[in-house]
């Protein structure tokens, strides 16, 4: 199976806010990671973030995914609560990029199967 | 992180039984996997067949996992609903192995990160 290329995040530029809260690099754990990403629907954004992101942080809004506010704002928590995303608050907006570093460091060869991923036909 | 070295399968002898039904190779899920290895007790059981096992198949009363055998006959199950193992009726038995070749075809790595695993401290 081809990996597709993934770029490189880019570093937060000066004056953004702060991530809201998520768990460090070491605590990662892998059951958690996998249970975040045991939904097409989580898959797609990911892997969205992960091939289709130019800008540092996106809106969720962004995507597209025609489902209500409401879910896409429980199902990015749930990204980031279990250390898949990284969100900052922009005003009343928060947006979200991949942790990148942090999940190939603890979990190399993940983000590859999350970018290969196709969903159901 | 270093990768554990894991055994290759051993082929099934002659009057093998046919394994229980499962999901065939071009039919697994990345999101289906990912929801069966989303928990600890789940990715000891995968671990422990990827690296501990020297026979083809393993019954669960050798996991000694301390669990009701109740309990363990849903995650048993559980796992190769999603085609994560394959298991065979040895008379009153089911015995269990990893679908290596299947999952490092769909999901190369995944079984990688199953063997990096340790338990939550």
């Known amino acids: 199976m081809a990996v597709a290329v993934r770029p490189k995040p880019h570093e937060a530029p000066p004056g953004t806010p702060d ?3 998520e768990p460090a690099r070491e605590e990662l754990r892998l059951e958690t990671v996998m249970g975040a990403l045991s939904d097409p629907l989580r898959l797609e954004i990911v892997r969205r973030l992960l091939l289709e992101s130019e ?3 996106h809106p969720c809004g962004w995507f597209g995914l025609g489902r209500p506010k409401s879910s896409l ?3 990015f928590r749930a990204l980031r609560e279990a250390g898949v995303i990284r969100q900052r608050q922009y005003g009343l907006e928060r947006r979200s990029h991949v ?5 190939d460091a603890r979990f190399p ?4 199967l999350v970018a290969a991923w196709t ?3």
Chains 1, 2 share one sequence.
Do not use: E, I, M, S
């Not at 942790?99 to 999940?103: A, E, F, I, M």
């Open 19 to 21: 991530p809201l809260p």
């Open 99 to 103: 942790r990148v570093d942090d999940l």
């Open 55 to 57: 800008a540092f942080d």
């Open 73 to 75: 704002t429980h199902h």
């Open 109 to 112: 060869g993940l983000l590859d």
């Open 119 to 121: 969903p159901p036909a």
